[in-house]
């Protein structure tokens, strides 16, 4: 028997100062995006924006339904708006920051399962990691440089084909 581990390589930073001024205003763009998010169920809000290669950045917040699972996380409204006004144009990183007005969210918040594989879909059709910065509303900031590192063993379109 062989016995593996994964580990997660990141950075973080303290403020959103300490990030490189690009960061800053995606992250800005990110936090600005949860403020319309519409959640009146769980009263958590998520704001994501998606930075394109061609310098073009497109946000997207979660959007609830009363006949859950039919909402949508804000991460995936983000990147299903970039591909849809940008089709073919590479993702350079999305930020990705968390709220609400219940409780306090104190540390990053992840994506979810579904959003992970929707960023290793992009990962892999533009064969192009992008950076991936995480935000909660009293927390640092992580920054990841690819999809990898949060979803390890992803599975790709290159699994479907022989």
């Known amino acids: ?28 763009e990110a936090i600005s995006a949860a403020k319309s998010a519409y959640a009146p169920y769980s009263g958590f809000f998520v704001g994501a924006a998606v ?24 991460e995936r409204v983000a990147m299903f708006s970039a591909s849809a ?5 590479a993702f350079k990183a ?7 007005d219940k409780i306090s969210v104190n540390e990053a918040v992840t994506p979810c399962g579904s959003c992970r594989q929707v960023m290793a879909e992009y990962h892999s059709a533009f064969e192009n990691p992008f950076r991936i910065l995480l935000k909660g ?4 900031i992580l920054v990841f440089d690819g999809i990898e590192s949060l979803l390890p063993l ?3 379109s290159k699994h479907l084909k022989s």
């Open 1 to 28: 028997m062989l016995q593996h581990q994964f580990t997660a390589l990141y950075t973080e930073f303290e403020k959103l100062d300490d990030l490189a001024p690009a960061d800053k205003l995606l992250m800005e």
């Open 51 to 74: 930075l394109l290669e061609n310098g073009a950045v497109v946000c997207g917040n979660n959007q609830e339904n009363a006949a859950y699972p039919s909402g949508m996380c804000g």
């Open 85 to 89: 006004q940008f089709p073919g144009i």
């Open 94 to 100: 999305i930020a990705i920051y968390a709220c609400s």
């Open 137 to 140: 509303e009293k927390s640092s």
């Open 154 to 156: 992803m599975f790709l």
